[in-house]
Each structure stands twice: as C-alpha cells, then as structure tokens.
C-alpha cells in the first residue's frame, strides 16, 4: 500500500506516482552544486520531485541525465542559472564545494575563488525558497575558529525572514556503512512557522561485511605488484605499522620519521566496522582503501555501495572520474533521512497555515 501526504491511500505505484505529481503536497525542490546526485537522489526517495539539477562538471550532468532523464539539467556555473520562474520553491539545496574549507586543504574560506557560499545566500534572497538546505564539510564549522559559519549564519539571517539551524551529523548513525561527517545548514521561511528538525541517530549500526556482497562487477583501480605484495602482509582494520620495521621504512621514506600517525598510508579497511570516509580515489598514498578481503582497492560499484546508491544507479565518465564523482557525494540514505525530516514539518506547516502547493 502507497500512503500519500494527504491521507489517500493506493494498492498500485503507477496510480500514486500519478496521483503524488498532481497532489497539493507534493514538494519540489531544485538543487545546485548536485554533483552526481547522492542528495537529491535521497530527497527523491523521501518524497520530494526535482524541477532542476545544476552543476558545472560534465560528467556528473551526464550522470545525472543518465539516472534523471526527465528532469531538466542544466550544466553551467551557478551564476549563470536564471532561476526567477522558480522563486517561492519549497527547498532549494546546495552542496557547496568544500575545498574552501576542508581540514585537508589550504583553508582559505571566503578569500577562495572557489568558495561559492555567497552566491548561494545571494539566490536564497533573489528567489525565496520556503526552505533551503546547504552541505559542506564538517571543516566549515571548525574554519577560522567558528567566525566563518558565524559570517554565514549572519548573512542568510539579515534580512530576518529566515531561522537558520546547522548541525554535524556522521553518515554512520544513518544505516551508511561509514564514518563520513557533514555539516547540514537548513533555513526556513519564519512567516511559515516551520519546525527545524534535524533526523535523530540510530543505534543500528552497518558494517562492510552487511553491504560488500554479491556486488555488481565493475572498473577499478589498480595497485601494483609491489603494493599487492605488502598489502599481504596487512589484516583487516591494518596498516602500514603491521609491515616488518625495514619495510616499514623503505615504503615511508622521508615520512616514517615525520611523526604523526600517519594511518591511512596501506590502509585496510575491515569487513566488521564501517568504511572509514571515501575520498576521490581509493589508492592515494596517504588515503588507502584497500578491500578487506582481496588487495586491490575498492571498485566503482563497491563505492557506490558504500554511499548506499542502488546498484541500478550509473555512473558515467572515466574510472577516476566516477570515483571522484561517488566520493564527494552525500550518501542517499543520510540525505533520505534528511529529506523524510524536512518534508514532515513543511507539510505541517502547509496543512496549518491551508497553503496549496
């Protein structure tokens, strides 16, 4: 049974999928920075139908033409996006670029030409969404100790139409196999009265061995001999400290007196705890993520896996552009979570104040 917002109730998708486009509360929404759909793959699995995805990279438009055909993508600079006719829209999300502010880049916030922040703020003001949905990582909270989220607080605050809430959530309290920390900022039309909720954790926790089986074949990338052959020397959960000290030595160089812990050099993930954070590659020096059970890197689809996309989702682009594409992404089932929260307290904000969508 198909249960739709307004309390009518179908036995066959097809007549509830016809019925939710045409029901007053069925949510729209548009997204910007989209990537390769992790978010809005979630907020679709929540409820809500997509008017526009945008984002400036060609693979991930074509991804997103792959698994959205009959939703308008639109591949260009968030600039250049003419988005009067969709003023007054029920969400607008973003998934700003986070180089600007990641704990392993260089940090520069505002004064990066990447930073994409004030843009964004510039169109929640042009166009006066109910709701708005920003995610970045969680280094933009810790940036400039606090004073960069606190500018940003401030700026989508101004104009004093909008409560803004943010909050750190961690993927793995999320049914996602692995620990990946975000920041969410959610705003909301204050004239709406409408709850700012953030979804609550479970204690259900996922682990690789739940998710890493009967995966589809796919690319991969590759390690070389030498690699393969210390990575059989690592266990489950290992790394570089399990090697015997000389070899220990010879693969560090330079770097195994640098202090630090150094533990994502010949990383093995373990099929008993969830994935550590998938990064754009799975075989970079310092971030390995080798399989728990075979030495090889993770493939394509068992990242997909991972960030909980359905094996029927594709992905298109070079290997290490798929990679890139699946490692920056949301993993849907945190953004579903999200999505469920947001479209709960919007539809009772509707209900009470009689707004038809």
């Known amino acids: 049974m198909f249960l739709c917002d307004c309390g009518k109730e179908f036995h066959s998708n097809n007549k509830f999928n016809k019925h939710k486009n045409k029901c007053k509360y069925s949510l729209k929404f548009i997204e910007l920075c989209s990537g390769c759909g992790g978010l809005s793959n979630g907020l679709i699995n929540a409820g809500f139908t997509p008017l526009l995805l ?6 991930c438009c074509d991804t997103l033409r792959k698994n959205h055909s009959d939703v308008n993508i639109v591949c260009c600079p968030m600039e250049e996006l003419n ?10 999300v973003a998934g700003i670029p986070c180089q600007p502010f990641s704990l392993a880049g260089t940090r520069k916030g505002f004064a990066d030409k990447r930073n994409l922040v004030i843009q964004f703020i510039n169109i ?4 006066k969404p109910k709701m708005f949905l920003i995610e970045n990582v969680k280094g933009l909270v810790l940036h400039n100790s606090g ?3 606190e ?4 700026l989508l605050t101004e104009s004093g139409e909008y409560e803004v809430k943010y909050r750190v959530l961690n993927a793995v309290n999320f049914d996602v196999p692995q620990k990946r920390e975000r920041v969410f900022i959610i705003g909301a039309l204050k004239e709406l009265n409408i709850s700012i909720r953030f979804p609550k954790a479970n204690n259900n926790e996922i682990v690789l061995k739940d998710v890493l089986k009967n995966v589809p074949k796919s690319l991969g990338a590759k390690y070389s001999k ?17 090697l015997p000290k000389q070899l220990q030595k010879e693969y560090l160089g330079k770097s195994y007196n640098s202090g630090g812990g150094k533990r994502g ?9 969830p994935s550590l954070t998938l990064l754009c590659s799975p075989a970079q020096k310092m971030t390995e993520r080798c399989h728990p059970l075979y030495n090889r890197p993770l493939t394509i689809r068992e990242y997909a896996r991972i960030q909980t996309f359905s094996d029927e989702y594709e992905f298109t682009g070079s290997v290490s552009s798929q990679y890139k594409q699946i490692g920056n992404a949301v993993p849907v089932l ?12 919007i539809i009772k904000s509707y209900k009470n104040n009689n707004i038809t969508i």
């Open 147 to 149: 004073k960069t989220m």
């Open 151 to 154: 500018t940003i607080i401030n």
């Open 265 to 273: 050099i010949l990383r093995r993930l373990s099929m008993n705890e």
């Open 226 to 242: 030498q690699k393969k052959d210390l990575f059989k020397m690592i266990p489950q959960g290992g790394c570089w400290v399990n």
């Open 54 to 59: 945008n984002d400036i990279d060609k693979n």
């Open 124 to 127: 929640v003001k042009k166009i």
């Open 83 to 92: 988005l009067d006719e969709y003023k007054g829209v029920d969400l607008l």
């Open 334 to 345: 945190l953004a579903e979570r999200i999505g469920k929260c947001i479209k709960k307290y």
